[in-house]
């Protein structure tokens, strides 16, 4: 199977108006035409092809209670908006030991979530697969129906990942290198699966449910055990020529520096990363080494010298990553977004007014700054979301050509 490509415009025309609908909610004819520039015409057929297909559907809205009184003798404006049950779709996270399911309807809300512990961290592919089967059979039993009731998966994996491939250089769940893992889940699940690093697809939660919604241009950086970032340019996700993009937490911030799991040295990992802070508050007492930075946090709150020491340092590295992003990019938006976002070390106010210091001093506003501390599903929301593009893609071009 390979992904759906946007290149027939009769495709890019329905999936630009099935876009439209999600984003506003719901909209009637005549504001589509507005926004997209086709004629009410145009709009009239590519709406009764997808109200053919089941996509969407017609409502009559409540009038507002502070409407200007009826327009158009009364008669109400119908408007349009996605059919929630049109399709059903799995998202899924694999973290370090566990693995989260979240099922989404077709208009993105919440079915159920599953959570299932992993027979163990890395494992080879068939084994990595019937795992993912697993889970995802759990999470739909909980709901009273099955995985062959479910249009899609989106499997949001970390590491190295060509999504149009469905293609692992590397990730810290398999074993394997060089994995072509789609056709291996493809030949396990009974629909169609797509694969993303799990950053790009918190970019892509962020686009169509978060504070991404309505802005085409912006920067989603994941702050978790690693440092990660989806970037999101004229509403499309930008993944480089191997997939590779994006890999802020390996831009290098010191020449010559600290050691990063990536076997390199000098990235902003090897400074602001979970595995990063403890190294350097172990240096010190190896003999009783600190665990968690939760514990190091407190210590640094309750005014530990050393402790305090560690974080500041993480922020001014984190700072100057962020600076340079905006140097390079230029975005309308950051978002700041991870469930470590309880320790406002990364996003304090002294670590913003860092970064506006180091950015091109323009007489231009600079870009907005969001923190979003999501809860856990935020990974696996990212997936269901890639999915649930990629299923309407397949949708619209199944959808009929001519409807009377
Ligand atoms: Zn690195």
Request: hydrophobic fraction near 45%.
């Amino acid at each position: 199977m390979a992904l759906p490509e946007k290149n027939d415009q009769r495709e890019t025309g329905r999936l630009l108006v099935l876009d439209l609908i999600r984003a506003a909610g719901t909209i009637a004819r005549i504001d589509i035409a507005k926004r997209t520039g086709f004629s009410p015409a145009t709009v009239t057929v590519i709406t009764s092809q997808l109200l053919e297909a089941g996509l969407i559907e017609e409502i009559i809205p409540e009038p507002s209670p502070d409407a200007k009184p009826s327009t158009k003798r009364g008669r109400p404006r119908v408007a349009l908006r996605l059919r929630g049950g049109a399709h059903m779709v799995a998202g899924l996270k694999v973290a370090h030991n566990i693995v989260s399911v979240l099922i989404l309807d077709f208009e993105g809300n919440d079915v159920l979530s599953h959570e299932m512990t992993l027979p163990e961290p890395r494992m080879a592919t068939p084994h990595f697969c019937d795992t993912m089967h697993t889970a995802v059979s759990q999470a739909c039993e909980k709901g009273g129906f099955t995985i062959n009731d479910l249009s899609g998966i989106g499997v949001a994996l970390a590491g190295l990942v060509d999504a149009k491939r469905r293609f692992s250089y590397w990730s810290s769940s398999l074993t394997d290198r060089n994995v072509n893992l789609g056709a291996h889940l493809d030949a396990t699940m009974p629909c169609p699966v797509f694969l993303d690093n799990d950053a790009n697809l918190v970019a892509k939660a962020e686009h169509l449910f978060g504070e991404g919604r309505n802005v085409d241009d912006f920067i989603v950086v994941t702050i978790e055990h690693g440092v990660g970032m989806g970037i999101v340019i004229d509403g499309e996700i930008y993944r480089g020529t191997r997939g590779c993009g994006a890999e802020f937490g390996h831009t290098k911030v010191q020449l010559e520096g600290a050691l990063c799991q990536c076997g390199q040295r000098g990235c902003l990992e090897a400074y602001v990363g979970n595995y990063a802070l403890l190294r350097e508050a172990n240096i010190m007492d190896r003999e009783t080494p600190l665990g968690d930075v939760a514990t190091l946090f407190k210590r640094a709150q309750s005014g530990d010298t050393m402790a305090r020491s560690i974080f500041d340092r993480a922020g001014r590295m984190f700072a100057m990553g962020l600076a340079n992003l905006v140097n390079i990019f230029d975005p309308k938006l950051i978002i700041l977004a991870g469930e470590r976002l309880s320790f406002d070390y990364l996003h304090a106010d002294t670590v913003l007014e860092t970064m506006r210091q180091s950015v091109v001093q323009v007489d231009a506003p600079l870009p907005e700054v969001r923190v979003h501390a999501w809860g856990d599903h935020m990974w696996a929301k990212g997936a269901a979301a890639y999915a649930i593009e990629q299923v309407s893609a397949l949708s619209v071009r199944e959808a009929p050509a001519d409807v009377a």
